[in-house]
């Protein structure tokens, strides 16, 4: 069976600000977009991107998706987040086989899932 898909390439975020959002965006994954226009910023993390798009008035938010961002120290990140001004939406908890996961909200109210998986290497 020849797969064409890829694997996961962009996540993006919806907000109502987006030079708010990519400040903090900014801060919070400590790096500065590589694409930077008024219909959309974007940044590369570790080889996937990040992207934040201005919402439409008449748009739903939803948090039946979740993406998870890969991180060492879930643990530390979780808390520097939530430092940052994101709230809890899911504490921290072990799913089994020694990987933890956690979702946060950002200002906007998009869901930001960490994962340490010791099983993967991190890029």
Known sequence: MNNSI???????YMVPDITQAKEWYTSAFGKKPYFDEPFYVGFEIGGYELGLHPEKEDQKRAD????????????????????????????????GGGIEVSTLLDPWNNVIGLIHNPHFKLG
Do not use: D, M, P
């Not at 890829?6 to 993006?12: A, D, E």
């Not at 993406?67 to 939406?89: D, F, M, P, S, T």
């Open 6 to 12: 890829l694997g996961l390439r962009t996540v993006i």
């Open 64 to 95: 039946n998706v979740e993406a998870y961002w890969g991180v060492e120290n879930i643990q530390a990140e979780h808390a520097r987040l939530i430092g940052l001004g994101a709230k809890e939406h899911t504490e921290i908890k072990e799913v």
